[in-house]
Structure formats: C-alpha cells, structure tokens
C-alpha cells in the first residue's frame, strides 16, 4: 500500500522569499512521485517528477523537490515565490508501471500556497 | 505533441436526470486514461481507469459508469445523478508514469 501526507494545509509566504511545502510518503516498491500544481478551476498540471533517477529534481517555473528515502520525504521548493504560485499544490506517489494498479497515482489532500504582496 | 480535451466546462443538471461527460486525447495512441473526482476542498479520487478499448476498471461503487469506445475517448456517464455526484471532473492519460490532466469539467447537480 502507498500513501502520501501533505504536512501543512496552507502556507502562506511573501512575494519574493523562498517556498517550502512539504511531502512525506509511504511505498512498498521503490516509488515514483511528483508534485502537480492546481489554478483555480483548472486542471492539474506537472510541475515535476523523481523516477529513481537524480534525487534532486528540477521542474517547470522555478520550483525543485529533492527525494530522501532516509525520511520519506519529497518536498517542494522556491527560491523566491511569486504571485502568479499562488494555487493548490498536490504530492502524488505511484504504484510501479506493469503492477496490477497500472501508474495508480495516490494523492496528497493538498498544500494550499498563498503569496502575499 | 499530445493534448487532452474535456467537455463541457461546466454542467448543471437536475437530480435524476442522466449525464455524460466526455475525454478526448491527441496525439498518442492506446493511452491508459483515467477519470477522477475531486469534490470541494478535498483531494482527487479515481473513479475510473481504462488500459484499452472497452476495458473499464472501477475503483470504487458509485452512482457513475465508464466507457471507452475508441482508443482515444473515454465517456464518464449516470443514469440519474444524485446530489452527491456534484463535484470538479477531471480526465488524465498517462505517459511514462506520469499522468496528464485535462481542464476539468465542474458538474453541480441541483
């Protein structure tokens, strides 16, 4: 079984200063996962993903999450936030391609990011 | 390159009455694709997935059905929505472990 927790519900930062959400899973394979941002009334989109390749990982728009397996942990990061971050953002583990799951992704309950002037 | 299309946007029907949301994909071929529903303030729960033509796994009961009758459709259907089936509906395919949304139809049911 797989499962993924999203530390915080709401993170609120300042237009400029750095971003941490934060993501702790649980996997019984050795675990793809991936971080997907959501715009109000909008679809998700990928900001990245590990695939046991480099553990730190770079993705669109700025944004980087570096697997530990030592803490279960993949959390998100920013240098400097900007408006346009605020969104909802989601921590996904999934089951290994060819299992019985086919990529069955498990989602995190969500980080809600606000960014302040 | 691949999209991912949804329609409508937005629906809203009365209790009782059927629906039908449909997902199309371009530019691939014999994708899995996937529906999910994420009610308000919660996270996403698959309903379904698809591996191929008329192959529906159903993850959990429900009041909804899916089908697939072309590689690249996948149809999200009721009978008769129920109030509970209000909520944001969202289709995905998947390529190399990561899945891809669409943009979502919002449904409220009256």
């Known amino acids: 079984a797989q499962s993924v927790t999203q530390l915080d519900s709401h993170v609120s930062v300042s237009e400029g200063t750095p971003v941490l959400l934060r993501c702790n899973y649980s996997?019984?394979?050795?675990?793809?996962l991936f971080w997907y941002v959501q715009h109000p009334n909008k679809g998700l989109q990928l900001l990245l993903k590990?695939?046991?390749?480099?553990?730190l990982v770079k993705g669109i728009n700025g944004f980087e999450a570096e697997f530990k397996k030592s803490e279960t942990s993949f959390h998100l990061t920013k240098p400097s936030a900007h408006m346009s971050d605020a969104a909802e953002y989601f921590c996904?583990?999934?089951?290994?391609?060819?299992?019985?799951?086919?990529?069955?992704?498990?989602f995190g309950q969500g980080t809600i990011l606000t960014v302040h002037p | 390159s691949q999209t991912i299309h949804q329609w409508p946007a937005t629906l809203v029907q009365p209790v009782g009455s059927p629906l039908s949301l449909e997902c199309t994909v371009e530019?691939?071929?014999?994708?899995?694709l996937y529906w999910y529903r994420q009610a308000a303030g919660r996270g996403l729960q698959l309903l379904f997935y698809?591996?191929?033509?008329?192959?529906i796994s159903s993850e959990v009961p429900q009041n909804l059905s899916a089908s697939r009758p072309q590689d690249r459709q996948f149809i999200l259907s009721s009978k008769k929505l129920l109030l509970s089936d209000s909520g944001f509906y969202l289709c995905?395919?998947?390529?190399?472990?990561?899945?891809?949304f669409g943009p979502g139809t919002r449904l409220l049911v009256l």
């Open positions: 996904v583990v999934s089951d290994p391609a060819g299992g019985t799951s086919y990529g069955k992704l498990t």
């Open positions: 995905a395919w998947s390529h190399r472990g990561a899945q891809y």
């Open positions: 698809s591996v191929g033509i008329g192959q």
């Open positions: 996997s019984s394979y050795s675990p793809s």
């Open positions: 530019g691939t071929s014999n994708p899995n």
């Open positions: 590990y695939t046991s390749a480099a553990t």
